[in-house]
């Protein structure tokens, strides 16, 4: 009897360990499809996705859809209201968590090309003066990767709330991305009302403006992280952690924020910085596979090691793909070339054999 009791103590701790290192996240973060291909992207859910563990789709939608709010902002070849009930209906009967994105803050433009915000509100550019080049090249004087609104323009957050109320509406979601990554410009002195303040707490005061805004609604903000790090100290760099300064909104922003921690050529630890701050994180691989089970196998020592209180911050683990969702949805398949896939898609493959 002692050895049968011992023997159950033994089997109840194994479980238990294995219920601890488990991912309550296990997701997929992906440019919206054309609505060309979304019948089979809601077949790629249906079969591919839900048969892989994935319990979390964040979808990048920006201006791609048919937006009644403001029409003036809808990109071209738009999906629909009825497009989008496809997709909340195959999600939900999957116990899916459908999560929309629109980028807020920067990423409004792309290299030589503005944005649809920017386009149609050319107020709100926080570097007005700073030109889009025909032929792009990095790094160059002006140290333009992506442009950026300015948050402390009056009427943007007018607009801009407008589109994110009408997507989580539609997509009948329970929280929203809002990227906010790869800010670059912010305080700049061609801005007249954000020079001279403090990026921080310019960063911090658009991430708790937007929580607020959705919590009001009782819906949940995820973030990527990388604007929250210090790119010096930690050697990250510029792309992965900030060097202007934007770091130390972490300690200021609300503890319900969501934070989506990428890493692509390395497992940082950064998750375990966030985590000790008091808030959730999502860690986030995208074209690399040996850096993805790296990864994996962080966080699931992340989550054997911490204290109680530590675990649940340690979600779980998401893809991210930046390409279409055509491509990727081709390579996973195994209907392109060998070579000549979609690396994200050969590193999720990897990513749900172990997550």
């Known amino acids: 009897m002692k050895k049968l009791t011992l023997l159950l103590a ?7 360990a294995a219920v601890a290192q488990d991912f309550r996240v296990k997701g997929l973060c992906i440019g919206a499809p054309a609505p060309d291909d979304l019948d089979d992207f809601v077949s790629f859910i249906d079969n591919e996705l839900a048969s892989a563990g994935v319990n979390t789709l964040v979808l990048m ?7 009644k709010s403001q029409p003036e902002l809808v990109a071209q070849n738009p999906l629909k209201e009825p497009d989008v009930k496809k997709l909340v209906s195959v999600c939900r009967k999957h116990q899916i968590r459908l999560i929309p994105q629109i980028n807020l803050l920067g990423h409004q433009s792309w290299h030589g090309s503005a944005g649809k915000l920017l386009e149609v509100y050319p107020e709100f550019d926080e570097t007005p003066r700073v030109e889009l080049p025909k032929e792009y090249k990095w790094p160059n004087p002006d140290g333009l990767y992506c442009k950026s609104y300015c948050p402390l323009h009056p009427d943007v957050h007018r607009v801009v709330f407008a589109l994110v109320d009408e997507i989580v509406a539609v997509f009948e979601a329970d929280a929203f991305h809002a990227g906010m990554d790869e800010v670059f410009y912010l305080g700049h002195n061609q801005c007249p009302r954000c020079f001279g303040h403090d990026p921080a707490e310019l960063f911090a005061g658009e991430v708790t403006l937007i929580r607020d805004h959705l919590q009001a609604n009782g819906k949940e903000l995820w973030i990527w992280g990388d604007r929250l790090i210090d790119g010096k100290i930690s050697g990250i760099g510029e792309w992965e952690g900030s060097f202007n300064n934007t770091h130390r909104a972490v300690d200021w922003i609300p503890k319900d924020v969501v934070i989506c921690d990428w890493h692509y050529e390395q497992a940082h630890p950064t998750s375990a910085i966030f985590a000790a701050k008091g808030l959730q994180t999502v860690t986030c691989p995208w074209n690399k596979s040996q850096v993805a089970v790296e990864q994996v196998a962080m966080l699931k020592g992340f989550l054997k090691n ?6 649940p911050r340690f979600a779980g683990m998401m893809q991210t793909v930046w390409g279409s969702a055509r491509r990727f949805m081709d390579s ?9 896939e979609d690396q994200s898609a050969v590193c999720f493959r990897e990513l749900v054999k172990i997550w």
């Open 332 to 340: 996973y398949r195994g209907k392109v070339e060998a070579g000549k």
């Open 61 to 67: 939608v920006n201006y791609g859809y048919d937006f």
């Open 10 to 16: 033994v089997w109840v701790l194994a479980v238990s």
């Open 306 to 311: 911490s204290s109680k209180a530590m675990q």
